[in-house]
């Protein structure tokens, strides 16, 4: 499989939807693992450690453990893509050199492309708000799909222009 990262969303501290999730990051030999908040980790479970991103409205809990405690807004440029990480419980004010905006808070997974911006919801692990059931999202050099926590069905997929 070709370079990848997941994108996870309102986990709710589940731990074992996070089981399955660092499962397929060791099946899909992922590079790193980004949240669009609402985590809400166990701060002491190593199963939470290592996940770079933002913060939701439920994440109260890092300032209490040894993780550190997330910004809202995360800002990363990945596979030449400019990703602007928020959880979306707030309008964006002002949106400017983005390419992709991951977000969550819905826990309804979505694709959609306004004004060559993708907009990019994968949706809850956890607490899924949609007949899709749990998923997460996989982000590689080439796409950006939305997959099912259950058996890796791809639910949507938007590939990347070569140009």
Known sequence: MERN???I???HG???AMRRIR???RQFSSESIISCGDLTPDPYDPIFFSIEGCRGNCDRFYEYGSLPFPPL???KEIYGKRILVTHGHF???EISSVDIIFSGHTHIPSIRKKDNIIYFNPGSVALPRSSSGPTFGLFTPSFLA???LIDLTVINKCNFSSS
Do not use: F, G
Request: without cysteine.
């Open 9 to 11: 969303s309102d986990v």
């Open 91 to 93: 309008p964006l004010e």
């Open 23 to 25: 499962e397929i990051e």
């Open 73 to 75: 807004i995360y800002r």
């Open 5 to 7: 990262t997941l994108i």
């Open 146 to 148: 939305i997959l099912s």
């Open 14 to 16: 589940a731990k074992e």
